[in-house]
């Protein structure tokens, strides 16, 4: 029997649900996030049965999915770090107003064309609009951190800034994370 030495993690990519079009009214409204949230709360927890009470669990909320952690976040009770990189908003104005108890990091690169859009909500013929407060805003509230000069699709390149810190707050070692 060989002793582990050194910090393990398992990574597991979920896509459990209709993500809307890129260029479509569903990716405006939250309606898709309210479909997802669900289901996202159900296989956390599915999850935290197979791995046991002690293990961290982390969530990487990229881009629509960020409204989709958004919208689930206060069923999430074993969600440690909840992180919203390339996000267009959550769909809450703070983080508090996720509530959560988990620490909310939030990033987003140099390069990722997010930036450009608008970070508002408003109610169009009674139909709510985007996705509210910037994650990586003074104003929500979330611990931002850097991501380089990640595009809209590169947070995950190896040896990149972005994933180093995103490896960094899944391992439990967010003393080393590169703060914005």
């Known amino acids: 029997m060989h ?10 990519t ?10 479509s ?3 405006l409204t939250d309606t898709r996030a309210d479909e997802a949230a669900p289901l996202l709360s159900t296989f956390v927890s599915g999850l935290r049965g197979l791995v046991g009470e002690t293990a961290d669990i982390s969530l990487l909320c990229h881009s629509y999915g960020s409204v989709v952690c958004g919208r689930a976040a206060a ?19 703070s983080a ?21 859009v608008p970070h508002t909500r408003v109610d169009v013929f009674g139909t709510t ?24 699709s590169g947070y995950f390149t190896p040896g990149s800034l972005a994933l180093d810190n995103l ?8 003393q080393e994370v590169t703060h914005a």
């Open 14 to 23: 979920w896509l459990g649900y209709e993500t809307p079009d890129t260029i």
């Open 96 to 116: 508090s107003a996720l509530h959560t108890s988990a620490r909310i990091w939030a990033a987003r690169g140099a390069d990722d064309w997010i930036e450009a």
């Open 25 to 27: 009214t569903t990716v």
């Open 75 to 93: 069923d999430l009770d074993d969600v440690h770090n909840p992180v919203l990189i390339g996000s267009p908003g959550t769909g809450a104005d």
């Open 129 to 152: 609009v985007g996705f509210g407060t910037d994650p990586t805003s003074p104003a929500f509230g979330a611990h931002v951190f850097a991501a380089g000069d990640a595009t809209h």
């Open 167 to 174: 490896a960094h707050i899944t391992l439990g070692t967010p």
């Open 3 to 12: 002793a582990r030495t050194g910090p393990t993690a398992a990574v597991i």
